[in-house]
Every structure is written in structure tokens, then in C-alpha cells.
């Protein structure tokens, strides 16, 4: 009878092992937001006024919309530019896995104070959704929301 225990035991513990070693290990948020991001959607406010590919967009200058997140050895840069073509360099930082932060922005973006801020709604590997925290002036004072895609 005790064998038998046993044996039970060892299958449970062994099947137990094999079930969470198989797991799919998720990386970390600044490893799976480091990369080069393109326009997907735009909106401001509530109004849709980008959709790539679309005919009728309201600013079809977001398709060149680009925000490249690097992380070489620990040091996190960033080059973003804006649907006017404009671009600006600095650093990167992740404020929990919610929150990216883009500071010491080169030109400073129009009142940004060299900082922009967005809440990560969602993040998978081809896409990022990101809602700026403050409002744009260059977009009348709108709250924006970029759904950006990889590649």
C-alpha cells in the first residue's frame, strides 16, 4: 500500500514539474517595447483622424509617424517624430509597466518641458497601444491615442 502512495506522489510531482517547465516565459515590458514603432491608428480626442491605409484621413501625415525605443547595454534612447515631420532624440523610461516616458527631448516638443508621458493601454508583439498623458498643442489640445504596429 505504502508503494503504491509513492508512486502516485512521484507521477503527481513529476507531471507537476513538466506542466510549469513548459511554460512559455513572458519577457519584461522594456524588452518587448524596444523597437522601432510605426502608425497604425490615430486618434484625437475621440475623433479617428489616421487609419494606415485609409482615404479619408483627416492627417494622412501620420505615416510618417515613427517611435523607436532602443535599449543598448542599459542605455535607453529614443527618436520619435511627430506627424509634422518633426524629430526629436533623447531617453526612454518605464514608470512601472504602464507608464513610458520620453524625457529630455531634443528639441523640446511645443510645451512639453522636453518630456512626453503615455499610459500603455496594451502591448503584445506587434503592437502598442499609448495614450499621451497631457494634452498636444499641436493637435489643438487633444488627448491623443497611437495604436502602433511592429514591423
Keep these: 500500500m505504502k508503494k503504491s ?18 511554460k512559455k516565459k513572458v519577457k519584461p515590458v522594456s524588452e518587448r517595447i524596444a523597437k522601432a514603432w510605426t502608425a497604425e491608428s490615430v486618434k484625437h480626442g475621440p475623433t479617428v483622424v489616421y487609419t494606415r491605409g485609409g482615404s479619408t484621413n483627416a492627417v494622412p501625415a ?4 515613427r ?28 514608470d512601472g509597466d504602464s507608464k513610458l516616458i520620453l524625457k529630455d527631448l531634443t528639441p523640446q516638443p511645443t510645451g ?17 497601444i499609448l495614450t499621451r498623458l497631457k494634452t498636444s498643442p499641436k493637435t489643438g489640445g487633444t488627448i491623443n491615442e497611437y495604436t502602433l504596429s511592429n514591423p
Design 5 to 22: 502512495y509513492s508512486l502516485i506522489w512521484c507521477t503527481i510531482l513529476a507531471l507537476t514539474l513538466i506542466a510549469t517547465g513548459c
Design 62 to 65: 501620420y505615416s510618417a509617424f
Design 67 to 94: 517611435l523607436t525605443l532602443n535599449d543598448a547595454s542599459g542605455t535607453k534612447t529614443v527618436s520619435y517624430t511627430e506627424f509634422d515631420g518633426s524629430t526629436f532624440s533623447g531617453t526612454w523610461e518605464l
Design 112 to 128: 512639453s518641458g522636453g518630456t512626453i508621458e503615455f499610459t500603455i493601454t496594451s502591448l503584445d508583439d506587434v503592437r502598442l
